[in-house]
């Protein structure tokens, strides 16, 4: 058995515990235990068969978002980097001296899942009402953000906002913004691509990565890959 599938193999088996235990104990910032948020009213209609489509978006750590878009159907790769501010600093030793977010470029086929989908996602795994971080992340560059490249991206992301609102889905209001990307989206250093996959093992990887992507894999058995198929050839 080669490095890869053994590791793949391993990831997967951490992950199907992960999930049994959070299934029967853990919380959801989107409700009960395993249940996700509602579909967005609004939504980016399929686009052209065979055509990927790319959305950016933020939550924290880009090492648990990476790992948490990875396990879902239709998405073929996700980039971690820096998004919301200059070329300049898009270092991981600068990027806080600008406006970046941590955040990941995901490239998906929207025949399998969809925009509005990926920022259900976004909200389930993590909690909107919180205003610059995702504990146990604290800082304007852990803040919770949608980063639209089209005005179609910023009328899906806005209208989710409006429905979950209305709907009362949170008991405070939802701090998580929708962002322009006036410099655009700057993939991180290669040590911090599929950190996750590469490092099961790491502190903060058991205590935060992990036990989120169990939340997520819980919360959307419908979207997600079989745990062994998720972790990317990497």
Avoid at 73 to 87: E, F, I, L, M, R
Avoid at 100 to 115: F, G, L, Q, R, W
Avoid at 204 to 221: D, E, G, N, T
Wanted: with cysteine; aromatic share 10%; charged share 20%.
């Amino acid at each position: 058995m080669n490095a890869v599938v053994l590791r793949s193999a391993v990831f997967g088996l951490i992950i199907t515990g992960l999930v049994v235990a959070w299934s029967f104990g853990g919380k959801s910032y989107g409700g009960e235990a395993g249940v996700s948020l509602p579909k967005p009213d609004l939504d980016l209609p399929p686009g052209k068969p065979g055509v990927q489509q790319t959305a950016i978006l933020a939550g924290g750590c880009f090492w648990c978002e990476e790992g948490i878009f990875e396990q879902l159907k239709g998405v073929s790769a996700v980039v971690a980097g820096y998004a919301g501010g200059t070329a300049e600093t898009a270092t991981y030793e600068l990027y806080t001296q600008s406006n970046h977010a941590e955040a990941v470029k995901i490239t998906y086929d929207p025949e399998v899942i969809s925009y509005g989908d990926l920022i259900r996602v976004l909200f389930t795994v993590g909690d909107p009402t919180t205003k610059d971080g995702q504990e146990p992340d604290y800082g304007h560059q852990y803040r919770m953000a949608v980063f639209y490249e089209t005005g179609e991206q910023k009328k899906v992301a806005e209208a989710y906002i409006a429905q979950l609102t209305a709907a009362k889905v949170y008991h405070r209001p939802i701090e998580a913004t929708v962002e322009d990307m006036p410099h655009g989206f700057f993939p991180a250093e290669d040590y911090h691509q599929h950190f996750v996959t590469l490092h099961p093992d790491q502190p903060y990887v058991c205590a935060v990565s992990l036990p989120k992507i169990a939340r997520i894999r819980a919360a959307f058995a419908q979207l997600v890959k079989p745990a062994d198929q998720a972790a990317p050839n990497k």
